[in-house]
């Protein structure tokens, strides 16, 4: 049974840092393009950052560029998203997403150009995030 699981999620000051993990079990995550997104209720849910199976291609949203990094170690069947000068408009549950189809490239969309849901491979179940004020 494949498994995505988010951690490091908090309450943390505006301002401040965290790191999450999105740790994968029953999946070799080096064949996956691993991407995050989040969502707060009543909104749609955003996607945010990708990462292609070997680092090759990353993407962020404007939303988190230059303040965002993700990274991967395949060694460890992780991927990393570190969340640096975090703003109270970043609380959200954030979750992580493989993805073989987008392996090379990677993806975020939530919707294709087709308006269709783009669907991922697994999802993990969430970590939430909270930036006060």
């Known amino acids: 049974q494949v498994q995505l699981v988010e951690s490091g999620g908090g309450l943390v000051q505006s301002g401040g840092s965290l790191r999450l993990s999105c740790v994968a079990s029953g999946l070799t995550l080096d064949t996956h393009a691993v991407s995050w997104f989040r969502q707060v209720p009543g909104k749609e849910r955003e996607g945010i950052s990708c990462?292609?199976?070997?680092?090759?291609?990353?993407f962020y949203a404007d939303s988190v560029k230059g303040r965002f990094t993700i990274s991967r170690d395949n060694a460890k069947n992780t991927v990393f998203l570190q969340m640096d000068n975090l703003k109270p408009e970043d609380s959200a549950v954030y979750y992580c997403?493989?993805?073989?189809?987008?392996?090379?490239?990677?993806?975020?969309?939530?919707?294709?150009?087709?308006?269709?849901?783009?669907?991922?491979?697994?999802w993990g179940q969430g970590t939430q995030v909270t930036v006060s004020s």
């Open positions: 990462v292609s199976i070997l680092s090759e291609n990353t």
């Open positions: 997403a493989a993805d073989w189809a987008s392996r090379r490239r990677c993806t975020y969309v939530v919707v294709t150009t087709y308006g269709k849901r783009y669907e991922y491979d697994y």
